[in-house]
């Protein structure tokens, strides 16, 4: 093999047959290329992408998942893949927006084949699964904890995004799926009191730990939401602080029947046995379930389409008018004092 030649500047200089590849770049073409296959994505050999706009609106939303603060240090690579791209997904169903394609970034300590293998197949998985394929990003090294960033792209037609300023007096609250269980999944997770309640039951323990870590958004009920719903989010951080977000936007307020919240089987017997306080359902993050809100006369549509996909639609309260903090009352009207209303990053 012949010797590196010498720059002017001592540099070293090398053969074109001794340049070899990046690891970064390597990195890309073997886990994250295959993931690319929209045209726009030009392969992953640019650094910038191709976003037709097809005449509609692009909407676009970002969330991270930060090891130990969204996923825990020894969960499947898969589980966290899949959940880094579906609490984006969430926001875009929320909005009634169409997938369109992500940008991923990740902050890695190492680049094991083990880990990376089957974190990109989950990943490559959900994009095919949801229509939302890879169109670029970056790759970085970190001494901290890992984090996986993805901003999504979505689209509707112009000016029909469901924000969170449309609420008005009069309209339901709705909300899919079942709420808390994500909250206590953490906790068997990490051994607290509902993993102890559940200690003969783990099938309960298994559903409340995929709730957990991989999320169910609801994009088949996008453009149902899009047509019915007057205002909408995601809830992400708890039901009751993003109920709360909700109406500030809104310049409203909003009264709950918290008996009406639809929990699962799961959760519902560990409140009745009182393992579990019912604000721990409603604060508890990571459900990503959409809450909306419906004027009474098209609340039927809504739950009729998410009959017609399986997926629960259940009405929940009313929004009010004023500007005080939303009230949850409990089966006899009497209002809850919440001490805590939604998770916090900070």
């Not at 602080?241 to 310049?251: E, I, R, V």
């Not at 508890?284 to 006369?297: Q, S």
């Not at 549509?301 to 500007?323: F, N, P, S």
Request: proline fraction near 5%.
């Amino acid at each position: 093999m012949a010797s590196p030649l010498r720059r002017d500047d001592g540099s070293a200089a090398v053969t074109q047959d001794q340049r070899q590849i990046s690891g970064e770049d390597s990195l890309i073409a073997r886990y994250f290329k295959p993931l690319a296959t929209d045209p726009g994505a030009l392969g992953l050999v640019d650094d910038a992408a191709i976003l037709r706009s097809l005449g509609e609106d692009i909407i676009v939303t970002t969330d991270a998942v930060v090891e130990g603060v969204h996923y825990l240090a020894g969960d499947p690579p898969e589980t966290i893949a899949r959940k880094a791209l579906r609490v984006n997904l969430s926001d875009l169903a929320a909005k009634g927006a169409v997938p369109a394609g992500f940008v991923l970034t990740l902050a890695l300590r190492s680049t094991e084949d083990a880990w990376l293998s089957p974190f990109a197949d989950a990943l490559g998985e959900d994009a095919r699964t949801f229509g939302c394929p890879l169109l670029g990003g970056d790759t970085v090294s970190t001494p901290g904890p890992q984090m996986i960033s993805i901003t999504a792209f979505g689209r509707v037609p112009h000016g029909r995004m469901v924000g969170r300023t449309g609420a008005r007096p009069g309209d339901r609250i709705l909300v899919t799926g079942t709420i808390g269980d994500a909250a206590l999944g953490l906790d068997v997770l990490t051994g607290g009191a509902v993993a102890a309640a559940l200690a003969s039951d783990p099938h309960a323990r298994e559903m409340l730990v995929s709730r957990y870590r991989v999320p169910q958004p609801r994009n088949v009920l996008a453009q149902a939401v899009r047509n019915h719903a007057t205002a909408a989010m995601d809830v992400s951080d708890g039901l009751a602080g993003d109920l709360t977000k909700l109406c500030a936007a809104s310049g409203v307020s909003a009264a709950v029947d918290v008996a009406s919240v639809p929990l699962s089987a799961a959760a519902a017997s560990l409140v009745a046995r009182n393992a579990v306080c019912v604000e721990t359902l409603l604060a508890g993050g990571d459900d990503y379930e959409v809450l909306c809100t419906v004027p009474p006369a098209q609340c039927g549509a809504l739950i009729a389409a998410g009959q017609a996909v399986g997926i629960g639609v259940t009405a929940i309260g009313t929004i009010v008018e004023g500007g005080e903090r939303p009230r949850f009352l409990d089966g006899q009207g009497k209002e809850l004092a919440l001490k805590r209303l939604s998770y916090s990053h900070f």
